[in-house]
C-alpha cells in the first residue's frame, strides 16, 4: 500500500481541506478517509485515484506532500491553500501550538528552500555521508547520484529505501527531491 505512517496520511488529509483529524483504526481507514477528501476537494474521484497513487509511492511525506499540493494548486472549492496550510491558518479554531526551537525553525527553513529549488529544477545537494556511521549507505547514495546526473526519474522511482533510521531517511529524502527537480524540468520544456 504505502511506507507512510498514519500520521503522515492524516497530515496529507488536514493539508487538503484544513479540518482537524483524529487517528483512526488503521491505515487501509486512514487512506480511504484521504480518498475520499481529495475526491471532494478536487471533484473527480478518477483525478484524485491518479494523484493518490503518485503520492502515495513516496517513501517520505515531503514527496507525497509535493504531489497533493501540486494537485491542489488548480482546484477551487472549500479546500485550503497549501501556503494557509504551511503557515498554519488551516480554518480550524485556534490552538496554542508549541513554539518550535531555533533548530527545529532551522531544519524547516532548509527543507522549505530544498524543495522550493527543487520546484524549480535545481538538483538538490547530495546529503553528506562522510561520517563513519553512513559507512554503509554511500554506495546507494552514489547510485542516487549517478541516477539523478543521468536524469532517469524511473530510476530514482523504483529504487527501494527502507527509510528506518537516519541514513536511509536521507537518501528518501534526497531522491524524493530529485524527481520533484527532474520533473520540474520537464515540466518547463514543455
Do not use: W
Not at 59 to 77: D, H, N, P, R, V
Amino acid at each position: 500500500m504505502t511506507n507512510l505512517s498514519a500520521s503522515d496520511l492524516t497530515k496529507l488529509t488536514v493539508l487538503i481541506d484544513g479540518q482537524p483529524r483524529g487517528r483512526l483504526a488503521t491505515i487501509a481507514k486512514t487512506v480511504e478517509r484521504l480518498t475520499k477528501t481529495l475526491a471532494e476537494a478536487l471533484g473527480d474521484p478518477d483525478a484524485a485515484a491518479k494523484v493518490l497513487d503518485r503520492a502515495l509511492t513516496f517513501e517520505t511525506f515531503g514527496g507525497a506532500e509535493a504531489i497533493l499540493k501540486a494537485a491542489l494548486k488548480g482546484s477551487t472549492g472549500n479546500v485550503v491553500a497549501p501556503a494557509a496550510v504551511e503557515a498554519g491558518q488551516t480554518g480550524a479554531p485556534e490552538t496554542a501550538a508549541p513554539a518550535l526551537t531555533s533548530d527545529a525553525q532551522r531544519r524547516r527553513t532548509k527543507a522549505t528552500a530544498a524543495m522550493d529549488a527543487a520546484r524549480t529544477g535545481t538538483l538538490p545537494v547530495p546529503p553528506d555521508f562522510s561520517a563513519p556511521t553512513h559507512a554503509r549507505f554511500r554506495g546507494k547514495l552514489e547510485g542516487l547520484i549517478a541516477l539523478a546526473e543521468r536524469g532517469d526519474i524511473e530510476g530514482l522511482r523504483y529504487f527501494r529505501i527502507n527509510p528506518v533510521s537516519s541514513s536511509p531517511k536521507a537518501l528518501a529524502r534526497y531522491r524524493d527531491l530529485c524527481v520533484i527537480a527532474l520533473e520540474a524540468r520537464i515540466g518547463a520544456a514543455a
